[in-house]
Every structure is written in structure tokens, then in C-alpha cells.
């Protein structure tokens, strides 16, 4: 018969994360707190820092670190999921421009950044994109509904048009290699889908597990 550690019966809750404002510096001289919807899920050993804000029903897993202590703001949209030692950092000074306020990472709704994956600003990321194990996003525009399959990398200030599938291992550092970019296979649109779904049941599974948001009565609502 399994034990756990110390005799505890049940899941031992360690649920420890880093939530605080940027450090003053010459950079980035004023400190803000993040902005986090109630309904997104943040797991243990998490780190978010600065300007960044993350809208309902997002679920962050363990190990992803969220740094905008540099270049700033971050923007992280409903029903998004970013997995197990996900990075998002950005440079200074450098930002786009997104319904006319400027960002230096830019998340629409429904994006999966799968494990391991680095999104470095300054870039946006459309609507239901899919970005793959390992791949890298860096100075680049990725249509909706695009697919960068694992250890892909985008970047030299590429636009990469919606439905466009990177396929793995690819270099997109120009715009003639982005333009030249066949549509996604019907059979990872399924996928990205189906990560979804997954994933969009997580917050407010894992709420539950941990306890939080607990009523009066001990339940989780």
C-alpha cells in the first residue's frame, strides 16, 4: 500500500508561486503589479512579474515564468494555456501596436504554447494559434489559427498570415519563407483543437484540487 510523505492522507500542497511588481530600474523605472483574472489558474513554482495581464479561464503550469521587467506590458488572453517551462520575456523599447495601445507581448484568446516553448517580445500571437514543444516566437506576427510545430522558430519581424503551419524544426526568419507557407494539416487543427478542450478544463479542475476559492461550506465555486 502507497504512503505519502509524513503520513498525510491525500495530495501533499505545496502551492507556492511568485506574483510581484517589476523591480525599479533605469528600464523600466515604474513598478506595476499583474492583473489576473480570479477565474485563471496559476500553478505552483509559477513566476509572474510586472505589467502583465492574464484574462479568464487562462491556465499557467508549473514552471512557466512570465518576466515583464524589461520590456513591457505582457497581455495574455481568455482560454489560453501555457504549459510546463514556458518563457515570456521582452526586450526594452521594443513593442507593437495592438487596437492602438502598444505591447511587448501581445496573446490573443485561445493560444496554446506548448511545453518548453519561448515567446519573446516583441510579438503577437492571433487568435487559436498553436506554438509547439520548444518552438520560439521572437520579433514576429502569427496569424489566427497558425500552427509552429515543435523546435520551429519564427522571428526577423515576419508576419506569418492566418492557417499558416510551420512545420517542425523550420527557420521562418523571412518574409518570403513565411509567405511560402502551406496551410495546417486537417490533422493537427484537430490537435490544436483538442488541446484546448483539455486545457480549458484545467482552471477550474485544478482550483478544485487545491482548494481554492473556497466558500463557507468548503466547497469550491
Not at 526577423?156 to 494539416?185: C, E, M, W
Request: aromatic residues 10%.
Amino acid at each position: 500500500m502507497w504512503s505519502y510523505p509524513n503520513h498525510v492522507n491525500g495530495p501533499f500542497n505545496m502551492y507556492s508561486y511568485f506574483i510581484g511588481s517589476n523591480p525599479p530600474t533605469s528600464v523600466n523605472p515604474t513598478p506595476i503589479f499583474p492583473k489576473i483574472s480570479k477565474s485563471a489558474f496559476l500553478s505552483p513554482f509559477t513566476c509572474i512579474i510586472g505589467d502583465v495581464t492574464i484574462r479568464r479561464n487562462t491556465f499557467v503550469a508549473p514552471f512557466v515564468s512570465v518576466r515583464a521587467d524589461e520590456g513591457t506590458p505582457f497581455h495574455i488572453g481568455r482560454n489560453c494555456n501555457l504549459q510546463d517551462g514556458v518563457i515570456l520575456h521582452g526586450l526594452k523599447n521594443k513593442q507593437l501596436e495592438v487596437d492602438q495601445k502598444k505591447y511587448s507581448i501581445y496573446i490573443a484568446d485561445e493560444v496554446s504554447c506548448a511545453h518548453g516553448a519561448l515567446i519573446h517580445g516583441p510579438c503577437q500571437i492571433d487568435r487559436n494559434v498553436f506554438i509547439g514543444f520548444k518552438a520560439i516566437v521572437y520579433h514576429a506576427h502569427v496569424g489566427e489559427g497558425s500552427f509552429i510545430a515543435s523546435e520551429a522558430v519564427v522571428t526577423g519581424g515576419v508576419t506569418v498570415k492566418p492557417g499558416s503551419f510551420v512545420p517542425p524544426g523550420a527557420h521562418i526568419d523571412s518574409q518570403q519563407k513565411a509567405d511560402s507557407l502551406s496551410p495546417v494539416p486537417k490533422d493537427e487543427v484537430e490537435f490544436a483543437k483538442e488541446v484546448q478542450r483539455v486545457n480549458q478544463e484545467f482552471p477550474a479542475a485544478y482550483s478544485i484540487l487545491f482548494g481554492k476559492n473556497k466558500c463557507t461550506c468548503g466547497l469550491s465555486c
